[in-house]
């Protein structure tokens, strides 16, 4: 089992036999390090077990980044980005970790598929996007050759109240469709937007805000928070169009400070959640993502479903969602949900919560993952997506790279 | 064999029997037409015969278009765009068809492989890259879901002049980089632009452009044509930014009309290349990719092949080159030939410079297609950027997909 910064949050580390022995892990800190920059290509070859801050470390010193920034960046590596398919918190600006790798080396049991840096190529089917994924259930990836971007010159940020979640995704569907979205574009519903503002505490400044939200018509406000990142100019331009079209959906401008805050604290989530786990709270985490046209659905199927199963501990279980990453054709949901419950029995409450969720997502039309990939926890739904015979593709790759099944078993494929 | 259009310039649809007595040809002519247009996720449906005509004037009733115009547009075919990873003149503006395509359905010997339309997932490797350049020997790809714009409200041309090949690729490279793109960017090297120059005939017109040209001290002058569509504030903003790009690089604007003119004439090089054959002219076009720190090297040495080769036959054949498709990391080279060859000789002078060509691609980094595919002609080379390990991944899947080899024998895979 290749393992990086251990972060999986579905289970795509754990220690599954499979029909073995025994689990040997493999660890890739020692792969680490930015091997090579091409200044002229903007291409950045690094080894896979680089974490986030090193590679961002070694890449600044070069005048560039990556702009890569999942929540589990402090400890999570690039190969596990790329295994994984993940997507940063910047990812309408930077683009998903898809977008941006452009070469990388694969050590299989059964060779060495290495797949030269190239812009774009038409010679037959893209084996890039058959590592991007593979979770370490082909391979090891173990060199990786990514799009960077110059250092930007300029950062802006602008926080704004939408009246509604439907506003709020309206206006950020017009900026993805014009394509002038800010980097970072985070829109939280009405719940959470409450309990951030509830946890922001009794400051003075946080009662004033919400007065002049309700003055405003926003008796629900919900966040935004965006990020601009580039040359003075581009953001500037970026900023003008974006206002224009926020304030056409009733957005209100509420300044920088909830956006720096928010990115102050954007690395913190899972150690409130292990906070709150010490305190008898269930807390979990789900993504999905679906086109424009069924994002109301898929958000009241999902947000009902988890309710409805927390309410068998708690009559009022906490169930936030926020979208954060954008598209020209659908978005991303991500939810958090928070209930009351005893250590005993949190796992079957976990559990119950978390398999409602997922048939709500394959029932309504939504990814089982938009960033979390697959691991174990996902298996069994994803033929929904892949049919029969995508899996059984999948399966007849597994058998040609790792004929004995010796990698990452248990994981991906059900 | 699935046969769309027909218009394979590297023997993707010669009808060859593989292991088999016969071939049949699969006339997918009546999967036609637009069955459904998502206006909120700018998402079309499409049966995958649907030719390019046909396809942009269904979307244009819906107000949307694709926006994917590669030089067979008149008769080539929404799947064999797919089939075969097509690239549109506007790709620099609209994507290639890889970024557009989130949906799609192949129906293989196996059995079907449905793959919903999605804005991105994260739910193992993407099928959908699998069904992107299977070049029809998995299965027909029967339908597809792809991305749509609005129709654009403004669009403006203007053809400007660098003063060389060298300086006009920087300039594109900074554009890139900087993501200010004309939707169409096209440079011609000096070869080009000197044949464009003289099939432009005595109109005094030239002469007047040639002269001025010289006295900006542009010698060997190389032709840019942009187009610019979008709303007009957006493409006001792109280029005026462009515009201080390109002087920057010694850029000298000609006007619209060179670029309204190539517009004209954009689908009309294979029709050329008939008339030319006709008059006993061989006429060859290939191409590839690469990085943009490699771009002049592979340039030079692909030219430099393609001379040798042709110098058996005229001490001076025509080897001329154009950038069309332009990313953050590289570039594409687009090569034309032209040498006369006796009817009976032809083949083998073909034969010889092409095989000069891709062995030099392949010696310095370039991929061996970047927009038409591998087909027939391109699959001796394909082991150099997939390794051999990545064949045997592709022949599994074949394996998988169509176990009988029944699906377009002896094509893509070597």
Redesign the interface.
Known sequence: MPFGGGTSVVGGVEPLPGQHGAVVTLDLRRLSGVLAV??????ATVGAGTTGPDLERALRAHGVTLGHFPQSFEFSTVGGWVA????GQASSGYG?I?DVL?GTDLV?P??????????????????R???????GTLGVVTECSL?V??LPAARHYEAWSLPSFADGCEAL?ALA???ILPDVARLSDEEETAISLALAGDHPGVALVRRYLRLRGHHQPCLLVTIYEG?G??VA?RRA?CRRVLRGYGGVALGSRPARQWERERFRGPYLRDALLDHGVLVETLET??????LARLYGAVRGALRSALTRVTPDPVVMCHVS?L??????LYFTFLAPAEAEERIALWAAAKRAACEAIVAN?G????????GRD?REW?ET??????L??????K???DPDGIMNPGK?LP
Do not use: F, K
């Not at 996007?129 to 979770?135: F, H, I, Q, W, Y």
């Open positions: 091409d200044p002229a290509a903007h291409v994984a398919r993940s997507s998903r898809d452009v299989a059964a060779g060495r598929l290495v797949l030269p840096a190239l812009p774009a190529t038409a010679a037959g089917p893209d084996l996007r058959l590592v991007l994924g593979s979770e799009r971007r110059p569907r469709q014009e394509r040359d100019h581009d331009w169009r993502a679906t086109l424009w046209s069924n990453h598209y020209e054709t659908g978005a991303s039309g990814t089982i993952s938009h960033h979390h990939g697959v996902h994803l997506e892949d049919s029969a015979l995508g059984a593709a999948l399966r007849a790759l058998r040609e790279l991906l």
